[in-house]
């Protein structure tokens, strides 16, 4: 769960309803180095790029639509794009859908 999930121990113990320091113990006894908060964020936003990628610049799905239809704020979003060297597109009206 924590390397194949990207979950955090917090999120282990919530999901699977122990203690966090069971998990913890666990790790240490069989010698897992668990990843920092830092590498977890890092690792979940390279999985969502090629999704967010096809949502806003294949789709033309604004920021604030990625947001309310896949709960991926806007400025996670763009750290995603910005990681990869790109910039968002800038919408001049992200309330109106032209067709």
Not at 30 to 49: A, H, I
Request: hydrophobic share 35%; glycine share 4%; charged share 30%.
């Amino acid at each position: 769960m924590h390397f194949k999930d990207l979950l955090t121990v917090g999120q282990i113990s919530e999901k699977l309803n122990i203690p966090d320091w069971i998990i913890l113990d666990l790790f240490e006894a069989k010698k897992v180095d668990k990843l920092s908060y830092p590498e977890l964020c890092r690792r979940r936003r390279e999985l969502d790029f090629d999704k967010l990628y096809d949502l806003h610049f294949n789709q033309r799905l604004s920021l604030n639509e990625i947001h309310r239809q896949f709960g991926h704020s806007p400025l996670y979003t763009k750290k995603v794009f910005k990681e990869k060297g790109l910039s968002h597109l800038g919408f001049i009206n992200q309330n109106s859908k032209e067709s």
